[in-house]
């Protein structure tokens, strides 16, 4: 998550250079509960919670828990890891519902926080989980305010109550209040209250918001806060919670490049609990807020958990065992390949995929250096094939990648190599699929560590000679991939840099996968 991009990369090399150090002196721990205080304030977390985290770090990293621990830097880190979760919330709160409908959810923020957009992103998550939700225009002052909230209702695909023109004309008081009477007839059983918000906090605004709840009895009050607001979060929550208080907090623009201090606060200043996290422009861009999870990724431990709920959002069972089953029995085609392609993106931004994978961290420039449109471009390229291409790639001659690249605005190149990736990967898949286990470069078929071939210890050391430059690039790359590469010890399992997996390695993977 871009928010919290410095702060996780300060307290990732803090606790880096902690590991070094086999046992932890008082001198240790000071040093780094100091760079953990540099961190927190440095990333805009306000002063009182920075004292107040910092102080209990260090009084359990003095403890007997860490003293005893066979491995002190991991223990630090998971105290760390702990009261991070506890300073976000502890738990995680669903929004409540009221007993008889409509439940009615107002929302109350500064002018820019994003209310209106966070408006139609939960109507739209309300209505997949089987709601009908309206939304009320009462933020009748700003200019554009109503037409701004029916446009997005409308990409919403949610119903909207909106009497008046706005530009200050109407009482947002008797709106809100009619929009909930309007919201009984219809039979919508939850109502979004889009109020006013100005530039800064004035006694106008409170009494406006306090009189829309006053008028409506909401059962959640939720304040909307821009997560790049800094230092002025705590204040500002503050004094929303003297003049109308609120239930819980949504988090907006935590996709933007800010240091994400707004987060650590307000929460733990307010006492109240952060219930949304808005991630990203897209009406599918908001998550239900969990503490643990968002403590882990600050801490680059990832968030596994959030990455399997939005594959299962986006996957079709039924879809997924038919692939299975075409991959094993080899029917994988090209149509099924974009029809996954498809799904992928319906899980949404691929960096974002990628950064809740544990250490991705530390990867931060190859993420930073990834081109989303690459999926475009294969989807082009597969677009441009006919229906026969597509289900059987071999028929591929020249002429027709010329007229596939042509279509799809890409180079020959660029068809020759998806069509080598596919096989490539479709092979891997079927021997996956079949309960084997796949080839490892520098490796046998069969498994065994250094058991190249002659072959392909021949050909890496003469290259290609072909006199087609395509064909010769490709055969070149296809050399590159079968020399030995070095390799870490992946998912844990044994063997250092520069040493390839033994086959006792790859058979407990394969266990460990068929265990899944």
Do not use: C, W
């Not at 004292?51 to 005893?68: C, I, M, Q, S, Y």
């Amino acid at each position: 998550m871009a928010t919290f991009g410095t702060l996780s990369d300060r307290l990732t090399e803090t606790f880096r250079n902690l590991r070094t150090k086999g046992k932890l002196t008082p001198a240790d721990v000071d040093g780094t509960v100091r760079e953990i205080r540099r961190a927190l304030l440095d990333a805009d977390v306000a002063l009182p919670v920075v004292k107040d985290f910092t102080a209990k770090v260090r009084e359990r990293a003095l403890g007997d828990e860490v003293n005893r621990a066979l491995n002190p830097a991991q223990q630090v880190v998971q105290i760390v890891n702990e009261e991070l979760v506890a300073i976000l919330g502890g738990q995680q709160r669903r929004l409540q519902f009221a007993k008889n409908p409509p439940t009615v959810i107002m929302l109350a923020g500064l002018q820019g926080s994003g209310k209106t957009t966070f408006a139609g992103k939960l109507a739209r998550q309300l209505e997949k989980d089987g709601h009908t939700p309206l939304l009320v225009a009462a933020d009748l002052q700003r200019p554009n305010a109503v037409n701004q909230l029916q446009v997005v209702a409308e990409r919403a695909g949610a119903a909207i109550y909106a009497p008046e023109p706005g530009n200050g004309v109407g009482d947002p008081v008797a709106v809100s209040r009619a929009g909930v009477e309007y919201a009984r007839q219809k039979l919508h059983d939850v109502v979004i209250i889009d109020t006013a918000g100005r530039l800064g906090v004035d006694a106008e605004l409170m009494k406006q918001a306090a009189d829309i709840r006053a008028a409506t009895d909401p059962d959640e009050v939720l304040f909307v806060i821009d997560a790049m607001i800094g230092q002025d979060a705590v204040n500002t929550a503050k004094a929303f919670q003297d003049g109308v208080d609120f239930t819980g907090v949504v988090l907006s623009k935590l996709d933007g490049d800010a240091r994400g201090g707004a987060a650590l606060s307000v929460a733990s200043v307010t006492g109240r609990p952060i219930i949304y996290a808005s991630t990203g422009e897209g009406l599918d861009d908001l998550e239900a807020f969990h503490p643990d999870r968002m403590a882990s990724r600050i801490l680059d431990l990832g968030d596994i958990l959030t990455l399997i709920e939005q594959a299962q959002g986006a996957f079709d069972e039924a879809e997924a065992m038919k692939v299975a089953e075409k991959l094993a029995t080899e029917q994988f085609t090209l149509e099924d390949f974009l029809e996954q392609l498809q799904q992928m993106k319906k899980m949404g931004s691929m960096k974002k995929m990628l950064g809740m994978l544990p250490g991705m961290g530390q990867m931060k420039q190859q993420l930073d250096n990834f081109d989303e449109r690459e999926i475009d471009r294969t989807e082009a390229i597969i677009r441009s094939m006919t229906p026969s291409e597509r289900r059987n790639p071999k028929v591929l001659n020249g002429s027709r990648r010329l007229r596939i690249a042509r279509g799809s605005g890409m180079s020959v190149t660029d068809v020759n190599q998806l069509v080598q990736r596919f096989e490539q990967a479709a092979k891997m898949m079927k021997t996956v699929a079949r309960g084997g286990v796949p080839a490892v470069p520098g490796m046998g078929a069969m498994g065994r560590p250094g058991a190249s071939s002659k072959r392909g210890k021949q050909q890496k050391a003469k290259g290609s000679r072909s006199g087609n430059p395509a064909k010769r690039a490709a055969e070149n790359a296809g050399i590159a991939a079968e020399a030995p590469v070095a390799t870490g010890s992946g998912f844990g399992l044994g063997g250092g840099a520069g040493k390839a997996p033994s086959a006792e390695d790859l058979a407990e993977l394969q266990r460990m996968l068929g265990k899944g």
